[in-house]
């Protein structure tokens, strides 16, 4: 029998999320997570801090660590109670802009009732081709979110997923798997093929994916709340204490 989902699993999850494509450098503090060959990305480059005693002497070393890589300091969510109402002062006192995101995390509560359409199939990637690169950036990322993949692809527990109508690339997302819980992210639809039932037959698919390969606790990282009603078709809930954001220090 499956254990109770627990909340802070999924905020260990997290913790090890970035391991799988940057280098990291554990802390008394929490973790900073660098990748010198991805500079511009803010998901290569964070840090997390997990105790909040000393905040003031932990932001002074992440904002070191940082500008000694020639790389702007970001701090990410622990995703603790009350986190972001105790840093804040402390962020705003050593020049960091906190930015709230329109991210959110939905965990799998409920069965899918997604009626997948049909013509489409799917199949698992495991290079970084020309075709997703060019979704990529018609999304408007940048060159680091191609690198990210890049790296992030040869992790043999994340699972790249594609979508193809007769042999053209439509849609991708992935499922990065842990022990005991699986997290959905990374999903792309080409603008042309938005609004035909692509997106859901995806998601659907990764849904019973997830179940063929373990007995996990599935959760989805949404980058756009736009689509929460197709989250929740997939059986998805949101969870509002989480609240995501990051801090930055351009200065």
């Not at 995390?105 to 060019?134: A, C, H, M, W």
């Not at 992210?185 to 609004?195: C, K, N, P, Q």
């Not at 039932?197 to 995806?202: D, I, K, N």
Request: aromatic share 14%.
């Amino acid at each position: 029998m499956k254990p109770p989902f627990i909340l802070k699993r999924l905020v260990d999850t997290e913790v090890n999320y970035a391991r799988r494509f940057t280098n990291v450098t554990q802390k008394p503090y929490g973790f900073i997570y660098w990748n010198e060959a991805n500079k511009d990305s803010y998901l290569c480059n964070h840090a997390i801090i997990t105790d909040h005693l000393g905040v003031e002497s932990s932001l002074k070393d992440i904002s070191f660590f940082y500008k000694s890589k020639n790389i702007t300091p970001c701090l990410f969510p622990s995703l603790q109670e009350k986190e972001l109402e105790i840093l804040t002062p402390h962020l705003k006192n050593h020049g960091f802009e906190i930015e709230m995101l329109d991210h959110a995390y939905y965990v799998k509560e409920n069965e899918s009732s997604i009626t997948p359409v049909s013509g489409i199939f799917f199949s698992r990637l495991v290079q970084i081709k020309d075709d997703i690169k060019e979704l990529i950036l018609a999304e408007k990322y940048g060159d680091w979110a191609i690198k990210y993949l890049e790296r992030h692809v040869k992790n043999p527990g994340y699972h790249l997923i594609g979508g193809f109508v007769n042999t053209d690339l439509v849609t991708i997302a992935s499922l990065s798997i842990f022990e005991g819980y699986s997290r959905i992210d990374d999903v792309f639809t080409f603008s042309y093929y938005r609004g035909k039932g692509y997106s859901s037959a995806l998601l659907h698919y990764l849904v019973n994916y997830s179940k063929e390969h373990n007995d996990n606790h599935l959760y989805l990282y949404a980058h756009y709340t736009k689509a929460e009603k197709l989250y929740e078709k997939a059986g998805f809930v949101r969870q509002p204490n989480l609240k995501c954001w990051r801090a930055l220090k351009k200065a």
